[in-house]
């Protein structure tokens, strides 16, 4: 099992589907699960089972997330095995967020 964000177009436009990888689910169990519990994040232990994410939504999942890439990055442990992967989901978020495409959003 594995941890992704999943996009999916609301009106049927496929070009806006998209499967981003996140995190196998051993590594997401391991390391970002208790690095969100420690910083108290609501958002980010719920990609373990998966959640649906609106739109209005992604700027507190972006500050999360952010927050959770500040942390890490004082990590060694942390850095290499989750900071490329965090920095594409928020980049990948940010873009949702500014983008006029009307998807649908998972990560789980």
């Not at 500050?63 to 965090?86: D, F, K, P």
């Amino acid at each position: 099992m594995s941890v992704v964000l999943m996009t999916t177009s609301r009106q049927g436009d496929t070009r806006s589907n998209r499967l981003v990888p996140v995190a196998a689910q051993a590594t997401f169990k391991e390391f970002w699960v208790p690095a969100a519990e420690a910083l108290g994040l609501q958002w980010v232990p719920l990609f373990e089972t998966g959640v649906p994410v609106e739109r209005s939504d992604l700027p507190d999942v972006i500050r999360e997330l952010e927050a959770l890439r500040a942390w890490c990055v004082s990590s060694e442990s942390l850095r290499e095995t989750i900071l490329e992967r965090l920095a594409r989901l928020i980049d990948e978020l940010n873009k949702i967020n500014s983008s006029d495409d009307d998807v649908e959003i998972f990560i789980g």
